[in-house]
C-alpha cells in the first residue's frame, strides 16, 4: 500500500544471504572480493584505511555501489607473503586493540 | 594515543585526540550517531483531536521531541520482544489530555504524562527532555508542541520504542562533530 522500504532493511541482515561473500578470480590467487552485507562507511573506510598500513598488502579499496543497497564490496590484493583473508584478519585484530586502547584512556 | 578532554558539561563533551588515524575518529563519530539505541515515540492513538492541526501533524512533532533514554539498554527492540504489538517490556507510554477553555492555549512537552502499571516498570525513570541546555536562548523553555483555542480538545497515547539512529533519525543520539 505504501512505498516505504522497511527501516529493518538497513539493520538486519535477511536470512537467505550470508554477512560475508567472497568472489575470487581464478588468475590471480593474491587478489580477492569480498562482499559485506548491512555495512557501510563506517566499518569500510576504517577497514581500508588499516589494511593499507599492512606492508604486504598492495591494494585495497572499497565501495558502496548503490546508496539504496546496503552492503559494500571490498578488494584486496596482496604480494604473496599472506593471503587476503589473513591480511583482513590481521587487521581486524589491529583495528579491536586500537579500540580497546581508546577505552582504556577514557577509563582512566 | 593521549586524549584531552577540552569542555564537559551536562550536554557537551569536547575532547582532543593525539595520534589516531582520521578513519578510526570518523567510525567512533558515526557510530556515535547512528548505532546507539535511544528511545522516541513512533505510534500515536488518538481519541479526541479538534485542534486545527491534523493528526498525522502533532504525530510527526511528537515523534521529534527526545527522550531521555538513560535506560534505553534494558527495554527490548519490539522485534524481539514476546508480546503481541508492544508491552511495557519493549515500550513506554506517554498520554496527553488537554483542553482549552477560556483563553488561547499552547501545548507544551511537560504535557505529556508518562503512563505506568506498577512502579518497577523501566518507564518510571523515562520522560520527555524539556529544554536544551546548551543553547541559551531556549534553555528554559519547553518544546511546543501545538496550540489550542477555546473549545478545542487533544487527547491521545504515544508509544514510545526503542531504535537506532540509522532507522530513523528521530533515534539519532546525539550530534558529534
Known amino acids: ?108 | 594515543m593521549d586524549l584531552k578532554i577540552n569542555k564537559v558539561s551536562n550536554y557537551d563533551l569536547g575532547i582532543t585526540i593525539d595520534n589516531m588515524s582520521l578513519s578510526l575518529v570518523n567510525a567512533l563519530r558515526r557510530t556515535m550517531m547512528g548505532e546507539i539505541p535511544t528511545l522516541a515515540i513512533e505510534l500515536v492513538k488518538f481519541e479526541i483531536n479538534t485542534s486545527i492541526f491534523h493528526d498525522e501533524f502533532i504525530a510527526h512533532r511528537l515523534g521529534l521531541i527526545p527522550i531521555k533514554s538513560e535506560k534505553a539498554i534494558d527495554f527490548k527492540f519490539t522485534r524481539e520482544c514476546n508480546c503481541d504489538a508492544h508491552c511495557y517490556k519493549c515500550a513506554c507510554y506517554f498520554t496527553l489530555d488537554i483542553s482549552c477553555d477560556d483563553e488561547n492555549k499552547s501545548v507544551y512537552s511537560t504535557d505529556l504524562e508518562t503512563k505506568i502499571s506498577n512502579k518497577n516498570d523501566l518507564g518510571s525513570s523515562v520522560f520527555p527532555i524539556h529544554f536544551s541546555g546548551s543553547n541559551k536562548l531556549i534553555e528554559k523553555k519547553p518544546i511546543l508542541i501545538s496550540k489550542l483555542k477555546p473549545g478545542q480538545r487533544i487527547k491521545l497515547i504515544g508509544i514510545a520504542k526503542k531504535g537506532i539512529g540509522k532507522r530513523t533519525c528521530q533515534m539519532e543520539s546525539r550530534f558529534v562533530g
Request: net charge neutral; glycine share 2%.
Open chain 1, 1 to 108: 500500500m505504501s512505498n516505504i522500504p522497511n527501516p529493518l532493511d538497513s539493520i538486519l541482515v535477511p536470512e537467505n544471504k550470508k554477512k560475508i561473500k567472497i568472489f575470487k578470480k581464478n588468475e590471480n590467487e593474491n587478489c580477492c572480493y569480498y562482499k559485506i552485507e548491512r555495512e557501510d562507511h563506517t566499518l569500510g573506510n576504517l577497514l581500508h584505511s588499516q589494511l593499507l598500513t599492512d606492508k604486504n598488502v598492495l591494494f585495497s579499496g572499497y565501495k558502496k555501489p548503490h546508496p539504496l543497497e546496503h552492503f559494500i564490496v571490498l578488494k584486496i590484493i596482496t604480494d604473496g607473503k599472506i593471503s587476503p583473508n589473513e591480511a583482513l584478519d590481521s587487521s581486524l585484530k589491529d583495528i579491536y586493540i586500537k579500540l580497546s586502547l581508546v577505552e582504556d584512556c577514557i577509563k582512566v
